[in-house]
């Protein structure tokens, strides 16, 4: 269960860095080959497995010691089912915010990102920062921050801030009417909390980098 903050941080960084077990699950699919449908439209396990993929390959390169690397991988627990979260809640931030008749220009994030440059000592430190700190590789870095942008100004056009039950409420409203729909290996999607919450259907099992298989 996400607390108010640890979700707002979820929004504003898209995902936490995590890694983990991966789910698996016996049975049919609603939606074959889909690890989330949201209005209609799915986003791929493929497309889930090439984003965890670029997180990855950015703590790969900034971390090239061996042992170091895989204390990387050991501290963080759920980057695959955190990565499809944050990819589900931007679709629904960005639906929000359009519907608000919110515009995020390519100066408005450009001014961002300098401004949080200065703040971190330069553009590579921004990058260290954000891919440490939120789990974002540098490729992703602008498109972040437009959707940061997005809830900050989705939050003062309802007169309220990003950790506020206002601006949760009307993710939840936007959430609802986009239909999430999660595939029951990477959890489900909790529409009042705006979350993807475990799954508790027994036929779910995680299967440990070792192979074993443990019932949830």
């Known amino acids: 269960m996400h607390s108010r903050r640890r979700r707002t941080a979820l929004l504003l960084s ?31 396990v493929s497309q889930l497995e090439n984003r965890v993929k670029e997180v990855r390959a950015a703590q790969r390169a900034a971390v090239t010691d061996d042992a170091q690397y895989a204390q990387v991988i050991a501290q963080t627990g759920t ?11 931007d679709r629904v ?10 515009t995020v220009t390519r100066k408005e994030v450009q001014d961002m990102r300098a401004g949080l440059e200065q703040q971190a ?4 430190g921004l990058e260290m920062t954000w891919l440490q700190q939120y789990g974002i590789p540098p490729q992703r870095l602008d498109e972040n921050l437009r959707l940061q ?8 056009r309802l007169g309220t801030d990003t950790s506020q039950p206002a601006f949760w409420s009307a993710l939840s409203r936007t959430s609802q009417e986009l239909g999430v729909d999660l595939n029951p290996r990477y959890g489900a999607w909790d529409v009042k909390k705006v979350s993807r919450v475990n ?7 995680e299967v440990t980098s070792a192979g074993t ?3 949830t």
């Open 14 to 44: 898209a995902a936490i860095v995590a890694a983990g077990p991966l789910l698996t699950a016996c049975g049919n699919e609603a939606h074959p080959g889909a690890a989330a449908v949201v209005d209609g439209q799915r986003i791929t």
């Open 79 to 89: 980057l695959t089912r955190d990565t499809l979260h944050g990819m589900v809640l």
């Open 93 to 102: 931030l960005h639906r929000a915010a359009e519907d608000a008749g919110i």
């Open 121 to 124: 000592g330069g553009g590579k």
């Open 149 to 156: 942008l997005e809830a900050q100004q989705l939050a003062a």
């Open 199 to 205: 799954a508790k259907t027994p036929w779910v099992r």
């Open 213 to 215: 298989q443990q019932t």
